[in-house]
């Protein structure tokens, strides 16, 4: 939306500069943006009396501002004090009437800007470094999506460490991004005692030697602290099997930092000892970590054989990643050699699959070059015999911007996702780059595994951004491997315990699938059910899978399924005479593990009570809609009113949490598999089918691949209105007692206070509900291969 004030200003600076040479018109819109503040640089810089003008603010541009001094009342230039005042128009600040007057409503805003950036407010004037942040697009309030805790250290460094020579004013928006890694890296410095001039923000041998020199432990207390704690704030969550962990800016290494840096240390496979000693310093600094630490795997470009696989081995490397294939004309032997494989493994090494047809740029990433990747990808793990399951690293080797990621590498990857669908989804989908593209591609495209471009720490997509929750592979370092006579380029890579195995001599030229096994549990309790007797066997399986965590009145589920409870004697009897329990499997569409007690809960309610789809029962039928996607979305509901400081828009919360593997959240992309599979698995009862059959056709044969177009089409008749309207309808309506009871409950079991969903107006809740819808529909296209490049709100 315009804005009149913005409007304004770009009129004014372009009607006074337009015949200046080297000016540069900015569009008159009424939109705020980089082309404006260039422009408004551009005109500050001919006030100054610079001749060749420039988008940067540069040295000069400070020189010449410091000789003038502060703008304040006393300024005589006009121009200039207009220059300020628009600068803050353009940053939702009132500056004053745009009349070249430095009055009250000037210093007033000026003194707002400072408090928000953590600077002294009592002085209203505006020195160089404050003019120099007044022309960037960085904000001094909380963004949607921006941590408080964030925002607090952004506001603290500004606060100190303005005065040092080679320091400026960061943003506080409550985001983690590279000025602010680097705004961080230069307080390291200024700390461990470089000289200020000297203080560059890199990660160079006198800030590591003055790492080492101050290590931080539990009952250390000021500045290092202070400074590793922030660090480690800005690492953000750590997602580990026993909970989410984070902490908070302070001075005390106290017992909760120690537990959250344990976490940190498990997480990115360092020495875990709860301390802040240099390998941990240098983990949460750059994307490297200490390139020298212990690393078991590498990948190269040459070619492994035994001798060589031996020797690696003796190294202590025992997972080597080669590529499928090689641009033609297939002169550096770049691709697995024949007999190639069975040397990696007769040398004790393992292997994982690397695709890369150039990769090199944005132009190599379109929706349709993935597609085609993927069939050649397939094609050549196929010929080379690997199992079923196999994660195969498609790769983004170059430094993506967050806006070619929007535009070019998530659409690439819908493509490589649909091509590997379309050949039945033998194997699954990883990434290959930056942190912030590992991230984003498994976030918006479900990728299994990230293999993480870490040594490139230069990359802006390393830079300010956290590991991936879902990383198998750091890359770290790339060295000249010799062994012998022997000399061949190798880099270095951690990896993390527990993720991608890859490829053993067991994962190759063997049959059958691996959901097998789960497949064969459920034929087992399907036959016990059956054995047992007395009531309906399909109903027994599932109360037999959803216990006990779907059970009683303390899940609610007595209530909304008007049961008592499962049958106790049907419990001791599977258990005596049934298979032992799964609790989970890997989903072989997307290879994450799926909870067994959650996807069976969804399908009984579906097949206990229906769906509000339904015409006939649809009052009991929400009550099976509230059992599986409706009650998930109304946790995630009140999840959003949890975060209402850093989110106000219920769209931006959902595409940054909704149905995701890198964050934390009440609706996970796990939950939502077990929502639409147990959706699909309830209606399938419904129609008179069975849990053995239904689940073997499903999981076995290839329903997986289209399970959020069937939910889809079957749920919401296939259309984004009636997905929108049944959304609400179970958030706001009033359906019937027992699930407007169970609604409220859920929300105000999540945030004691929240605003009820009945409550909310639709400005507000419309948002919220497109979030949900957009994120099922870019799923259905995915299923359906039909992606197409387009514009994502973040």
Known sequence: ????????????????????????????????????????????????????????FGPTTMSRLTTLGAIGPDTSNGNIVNIVQYALFCKGYWGGPGDGVYGTDTASAIGQLKADAGLDASDTDVQPKVFKSLLTMDAYVLLSGGRPEVREIQRWLNGRYLDKSTFFIVPCDGHYSRDVQQALMKAIQYEVGIPQDQANGNFGPGTQQGLRDHPVMQGSSGIFVQL?????????????????????????????????????????????????????????????????????????????????????????????????????????????????????????????????????????????????????????????????????????????????????????????????????????????????????????????????????????????????????????????????????????????????????????????????????????????????????????????????????????????????????????YAQANGPQRKPVFVDPGYGVEINVDHLAATACGVYAKGSGGLTANASAGWRGDFGGWGGDLTTFYADWWNNEDEYASGYAFCMDRLAKINVVSSFSFGDLVEDVDGYLLGMALRGGSTVKATLRGHLGGTGYLTRFRQFFTRRYNGSTTDATTAARTLLRGTLDLVTDALGTAAVQKQTAGALPPSALPASKLDPFLKGYVDTLQNLVNQDAGLARLRNVQR
């Open 1 to 56: 939306m315009a804005d009149a004030k913005v409007l304004e200003a770009q009129k004014w600076v372009n009607a006074t500069y337009q015949s200046v040479p080297y000016y540069n018109p900015c569009p008159e819109n009424g939109k705020t943006g980089w082309a404006t503040m260039y422009s408004l640089t551009r005109a500050l810089q001919y006030e100054l009396g610079i001749e060749v003008l420039s988008d940067a």
């Open 228 to 572: 590793f704690s922030a660090a480690c704030v800005f690492n953000g969550v750590v997602l580990s099997a026993t909970g989410p962990y984070n902490t908070t800016f302070k001075n005390v290494f106290d017992a909760a930092l120690a537990t959250y840096v344990q976490e940190f240390q498990r997480f990115s496979v360092l020495t875990v000892n709860g301390r802040g000693d240099y390998q941990t310093w240098a983990q949460l600094l750059v994307s490297t970590g200490d390139p020298d630490r212990p690393a078991h795997a590498c990948d190269t470009r040459f070619h492994i054989s035994e001798s060589r696989a031996r020797a690696l081995v003796a190294s202590g490397y025992y997972t080597v990643g080669r590529y499928l294939d090689e641009d033609e004309p297939k002169n550096l032997e770049k691709e697995i050699q024949p007999g190639e494989l069975n040397a990696i493994f007769a040398g004790g090494m393992r292997m994982f699959p690397i695709s890369q047809y150039n990769g090199r740029g944005l132009e190599d990433f379109t929706y349709s070059q993935g597609f085609d990747h993927a069939l050649r990808a397939h094609a050549r793990a196929l010929g080379y015999g690997f199992n079923r399951g196999t994660v195969i690293y498609f790769a983004v080797d170059y430094d993506a911007t967050d806006e070619e990621i929007t535009s070019n590498i998530v659409p690439y990857f819908r493509g490589v996702q649909a091509g590997l669908s379309r050949q039945g989804k033998r194997y699954l989908a990883g990434v290959y780059g930056s942190r912030n593209v590992c991230s984003r591609v498994s976030d918006e495209t479900y990728a299994r595994y990230s293999f993480v471009s870490g040594m490139s720490w230069g990359f802006s997509g390393n830079l300010g951004f956290s590991m991936p929750a879902n990383w198998s592979f750091n890359q770290i370092k790339e060295f000249s491997y010799t062994t012998g006579s022997d000399s061949f380029d190798l880099d270095r890579n951690v990896h993390r315990p527990f993720s991608d195995p890859g490829v053993g001599a067991e994962n190759v030229g063997v049959t059958g699938t691996p959901i097998e096994q789960f497949l064969t549990y459920i034929d087992q309790l399907q036959a016990t059910a059956v054995a047992y007797a007395r009531g309906d066997a399909n109903r027994l399986v599932l109360d037999f899978l959803r216990y006990p965590t779907y059970d009683g009145e303390r899940s609610g589920w007595n209530t909304l399924l008007d049961t008592t409870g499962v049958d106790q004697e049907w419990l001791s």
